[in-house]
């Protein structure tokens, strides 16, 4: 094994390491918030965060085996990976549920519902520069951009599905004509649905945004570090 690779593998680790901190705090922040309260208000941020997870283990195990994956074998995981992955992002929007509340600080609930949602925004994009790390790989480096900012342009409208229409990933296999159906609608008529577009569109902005400078600073700060002159 190479040094690169085991520095990769080190990394790795360590980003592991730091989501595993961060979503136990998460779920501590909801704990303290119940037992403080016995009422079970934000409980529901554990799920989602549950389910931002999913795409990160896929995304990791493509990572770690996709070289002895055939690529009808990548495709399919990839399937089960952009289904999953509007979840991540789609706590952004539980943000809605901020309200003045008897009992718990302002303050606090803002705290809480941000560190969800910072924590489903990082696995997300963590889960994307995976993927798009596979593609460029088995591809090219454009097929792995197309990809990560077409997943993103995706997650937009997967956020406007969820947070509106309340459709779920898991609706693709219980519900899929409905779901096709509503989705078709808003191909086929998108003028009668602007909301749709909106919503898609800025959000789907905010993302590839924040996802193109994130990669831009990761190259900035993996570059050798500039020699300091002889004083």
């Not at 080190?10 to 779920?27: D, E, G, K, M, P």
């Not at 989602?48 to 002895?68: D, E, G, K």
């Not at 990809?147 to 898991?170: D, E, H, K, M, P």
């Not at 409905?178 to 909301?195: K, M, N, T, V, Y």
């Amino acid at each position: 094994m190479t040094l690169f690779h085991r520095l990769r593998e080190h990394n790795r680790l360590s980003i592991l390491f730091i989501f595993s901190l961060t979503t136990i705090l998460c779920v501590t922040l909801v704990a303290l918030r119940v037992q403080y309260t016995t009422r079970i208000t934000f409980v529901f941020l554990v799920w989602n965060i549950f389910l931002a997870l999913i795409p990160y283990i896929i995304s990791t195990l493509l990572v770690l085996y996709h070289q002895r994956l055939r690529t009808f074998s990548l495709l399919v995981l990839f399937a089960a990976w952009l289904a999953f992955l509007p979840n991540a992002p789609y706590i952004l929007t539980d943000l809605f549920h901020l309200k003045p509340r008897p009992g718990v600080p302002y303050w606090y609930d803002l705290a809480l519902i941000l560190f969800f949602a910072w924590n489903g925004l990082m696995l997300g994009y963590a889960s994307i520069m995976d993927i798009q790390s596979v593609f460029s790989t088995r591809f090219r480096p454009w097929v792995g951009w197309c990809v990560a900012v077409g997943t993103l342009l995706l997650s937009g409208f997967g956020i406007y599905l969820g947070r509106y229409l309340r459709w779920n990933s898991w609706d693709i296999i219980s519900s899929p004509k409905s779901l096709l159906h509503d989705i078709a609608q808003r191909i086929l008529h998108p003028f009668e649905h602007p909301h749709t577009y909106g919503v898609t569109i800025i959000f789907a902005a905010f993302l590839v945004l924040g996802y193109v400078l994130l990669v831009q600073f990761a190259h900035v700060y993996a570059r050798k570090p500039v020699s300091r002159p002889n004083e």
